[in-house]
């Protein structure tokens, strides 16, 4: 994937040998200050010594004009920079990095530099490529050790803040008053400013840019007076409301009580699940708060907040300056609470479980349905950690706090981690009462976090069906009721339920969406949660090539932070490429010597023994199967039996016969057709080894018919293979028919415009699996380029 700003000094090199070759012409760089124009003018000086090149260019006059059109057919070039006009030439757009570039320019500038701290200084300079280069030299010891907060603005050195300050000074009285007005109300739109002033705001122009970086900047560099007028003159002119107040007590009110009416309208968008108004009002009434303790407690609620709606980064800054203001244990408790919600989505999970664990004991006391929430948070970090001591421990004392009476909200998450805790421990007939009263009270509990814990539940009923509308529902309320931190989450076990029901589509769906939503509010460890499942959806339908790169992706993070719930996941999917490459041996080791998780590991025993049967080493797989049969039976999963059936019909050379046909009986009646044709897949190989090629005939043709539906080509050629051998000269001919959900998702991005490397990077694959996709899509279609390609499905 191109970095930073590669892709536009690919585009200038090209323009500059079109150059070379007589075919000259103009191109204008557009972009902000700090976007990174003036670096590619100075490549294009140092690689071409036939280009005029202009760089802050606001007028085109008619000497220039003339050039731009002398040069065209000539081997000599004009490169123009430029904020905001094209002059109606070519031009080349220079937009904001996105969060994945920022930190990867902040991690080649300073390797080594703490995540948090990236996130946060990548929020800060919005996409801007200089503005990340001077924060990152800023940075003070302080700041890199975590002992300091991070910068809120750019440092006074910076040439980027120059720049914009000066601006601002060289503009009128009433332009400066018109930036003033925006610079301390972030939420004021220039639509809205107009009104005020229309001449100000068009002279203002850019300076009126919404993002934070242009707005701290020019709020940090306002002259006092004129920051408390444009505080004053909003005070009189926005309604009544929130906002209105915090201007009021800025200019100069009654800050104590201001700040008791700040909080009470936070209070009020909370119930209205609009967590972002809420933790700007609670943050603002706590500067206005003087009591330390109060003061405190309104940071903290503003930090929970900011976690909701998906802001962890500016949740941890807040709460930076909360810890030195209380002792009070209840406070450093819920403080714990939102800092373990945090590090569970982007820190190390273990470190997370302790945290969670320690906020449990201290709220048992005062704030019981906080602690058992705490509880929760803690039993999920302990699963992702893959660590069965923190999870028993937190079993234990979700059973100790768990009364006969117990209300239905804190009762669901108790049985839930007893259940869980019974279940990863392999005392499935304990585990089930526990997990079917979760599901059964979801029913009655609101909020999407009931929800979660219900399809985990269900899912490892093996009620896919239930995991599913659970899991979706779940979704549904997390986005309603503002709780943004929550989708990720939800996500997975949408994922995980359609993947057992066998619809890899809406997996597929799933998993990509919970990426992207992992990705824009920094929950890294869900990132890789999806991006394993994905990896594990294309390993079964043998896509290796796209498995290993998801599996690439996510692996230095898995390591990084120990998180052995998705490292176990990649894994099986690992095991599952083997498998397909015909290296049951490697398959073998990578599952029976991988130490992860207990649960994850019992789901992938089928590959096991599948690896185990293939390299000739039955016991080893027969030891897995007990362990996973022993689950399959307590759930009644058809689905899950079906896979017991079969790996019996692979150990069981006297009986195969009859645990094979079971088999298929069972993944008809689930509906699970993908393992149903691996499984006619292996049936049929055994008949054929057997000397019964005609029944292992029809039990292969049927698997080539599944596999292709599926458009698993991997697997449509070795079941083709098998047919041959079996005495079929042809097998069956390739299917034509529709595209795969991948390569309908590849087809609607090239209609949209996007290059390979952008189809790569969306949908976490690599860029020759994409140009491989793209392939087989024109063959499918009957087209021959990306414009036909589009026409055709317009």
């Known amino acids: 994937m191109l970095r930073g700003r ?29 976007s990174g124009k003036s670096a590619l003018l100075d490549h294009a000086r140092q690689t071409c010594d036939a280009v005029l090149c202009v760089d802050d260019l606001t007028v085109l006059d008619d000497d220039l004009r003339r050039l731009t059109e002398d040069v065209a057919g000539t081997r000599g070039a004009v490169l123009i920079a430029s904020e905001t006009e094209t002059f109606g030439l070519p031009s080349i757009a220079l937009e904001p990095l996105d969060r994945a570039a920022s930190l990867q320019v902040l991690h080649d500038l300073l390797p080594g530099l703490p995540s948090v701290l990236a996130v946060d200084l990548a929020e800060l300079a919005c996409g801007n490529p200089l503005a990340l280069v001077e924060l990152a030299g800023s940075l003070t010891s302080g700041q890199l050790g975590g002992t300091a907060p ?94 209105r107040t915090w201007h009021a007590a800025m200019s100069g009110g009654d800050g104590g009580a201001h700040a008791d009416a700040l909080a009470l309208s936070a209070e009020h968008a909370r119930r209205c699940g609009d967590f972002a108004t809420a933790a700007r009002d609670h943050d603002r009434a706590a500067r206005l708060t003087t009591a330390p303790e109060e003061k405190a407690h309104r940071l903290l609620k503003a930090a929970a907040d900011h976690w909701a709606h998906g802001a962890p980064h500016r949740s941890r800054a807040v709460l930076r300056t909360a810890v030195r203001l209380t002792d009070t244990v209840e406070l450093r408790a819920l403080m714990d609470l939102v800092v373990g ?11 997370a479980a302790d945290r969670l664990i320690r906020a449990a004991k201290g709220l048992i006391g005062t704030q019981r349905g906080m602690a058992v929430a705490a509880l929760g948070f803690a039993g999920e970090a302990a699963s ?26 804190t009762r669901l998450t108790l049985d839930h981690l007893i259940g869980m805790s019974a279940t990863l421990s392999g005392r499935h007939d304990e585990a089930m009462p526990a997990l079917r009263a979760v599901v059964d009270l979801a ?30 529902s779940a979704v549904t309320a997390a986005r309603e009721s503002g709780y943004t931190a929550l989708v990720p989450w939800a996500l997975v076990y949408r994922a995980l339920s359609a993947l057992l029901l066998d619809q890899h589509t809406a997996a597929l769906t799933a998993a990509t969406e919970g990426v992207h939503a992992a990705t824009a509010i920094g929950q890294h460890n869900a990132v890789v949660d999806h991006l394993t499942i994905l990896a594990l959806l294309a390993a079964l339908r043998g896509d290796a090539e796209t498995a290993l790169h998801r599996i690439e992706t996510a692996t230095e993070h898995i390591t990084e932070r120990g998180l052995i719930r998705p490292g176990t996941f990649g894994a099986w999917a690992f095991a599952c490429v083997d498998l397909a490459r015909d290296r049951p041996a490697d398959a073998l080791d990578r599952l029976r010597l991988h130490h992860g998780h207990a649960g994850v590991k019992v789901m992938a025993a089928p590959h096991l023994v599948e690896a185990a049967v293939a390299c000739g080493k039955p016991s080893t797989g027969d030891r897995a199967l007990r362990r996973y049969e022993k689950w399959a039976d307590a759930t009644g999963s058809a689905a899950r039996m079906a896979l017991s059936h079969r790996c019996h019909g692979l150990l069981e050379a ?15 009646a689930s509906g699970t057709s993908l393992e149903l044709a691996k499984t006619e897949l292996l049936y049929g190989n055994r008949l054929r080894r057997g000397r019964k090629p005609k029944v292992a005939r029809e039990h292969l043709r049927d698997a080539v018919r599944i596999f292709q539906s599926y458009q698993a080509d991997h697997w449509v050629d070795r079941a083709r293979a098998e047919l041959r051998a079996a005495g079929d000269p042809t097998g069956e001919p390739k299917d034509h028919g529709d595209l795969t959900p991948q390569q309908a998702q590849i087809a609607t991005l090239v209609a949209e415009g996007a290059t390979n490397r952008e189809i790569a990077a969306r949908l976490f694959l690599s860029h020759r699996t994409v140009e491989h996709h793209l392939r087989n899509i024109f063959a499918r279609l009957g087209v021959r380029s990306r414009v036909e390609l589009t026409r055709r499905l317009d």
């Open 341 to 351: 919600g945090i590090d569970l989505g982007e820190s190390l999970p273990d470190v």
């Open 654 to 668: 006297g009986t195969a016969d009859e645990h094979f046909e079971e088999a298929i009986r069972l993944h008809r």
């Open 384 to 409: 992702i950690a893959g660590d069965p001591r923190r999870h028993t421990a937190v079993a234990d004392l979700a059973r100790e706090l768990r009364r006969p009476d117990e209300h239905p909200v």
């Open 150 to 243: 991070p910068p809120e603005v750019l440092p006074e050195s910076s040439s980027l803040r120059t720049r914009l300050l000066a601006r601002f000074e060289a503009l009128s009285p009433r332009a400066r008053h018109v930036v003033a007005l925006a610079a301390v109300d972030d939420e004021l739109t220039a639509e809205v400013l107009a009104r005020v002033d229309a001449d100000a705001v068009t002279e203002a122009g850019a300076l009126l840019d919404p993002r934070r970086l242009v707005r701290s900047t020019l709020h940090d560099g306002l002259p006092a007076a004129l920051r408390l007028q444009a505080h004053a003159e909003l005070a009189g002119l926005l309604p009544p409301g929130p906002r």
């Open 443 to 472: 029913a009655h509990v609101p909020g999407p976090q009931a929800r979660i814990w219900a399809s985990q539940a269900a899912y490892v009923l093996g009620d896919a069906t239930r995991s599913y509308e659970m899991a979706t």
């Open 6 to 34: 590669d892709r536009q000094r690919v585009a200038v090199d090209a323009f500059l040998r079109r150059a070379r070759t007589g075919h000259g012409s103009a191109l204008v760089l557009r972009g902000e200050p700090g």
